[in-house]
């Protein structure tokens, strides 16, 4: 797996050769990313599973994963700060 930043966040980049989407099971609790994946070949199946954990600045909402030539990728965006607001004294 490759994890590395970029412009708005991080990417994480799986190796995943002979899986389809349709054999992948991802979900994301908390901070941390779970991929599970089965392939079939011939008679034998394989399963994959792997967790990674993630920062707390990453946007676990607005996570993008695309699956492409065998690299599952996932976009994960930085949580965007909360603008600073000025406070008045009653």
Partial sequence: AAYYEVDNGFMLEV????????????????????????????????TYERSFRLTDDIDTENIKVSLENGVLSFQLAKKQQAAARKLTVD
């Fill in 15 to 46: 190796d995943l050769p002979g899986v389809k989407k349709e054999d992948l099971d991802i979900q994301v609790e908390k901070n941390i990313i779970t991929v599970k994946a089965t392939r079939a070949r011939k008679e034998s199946k394989r």
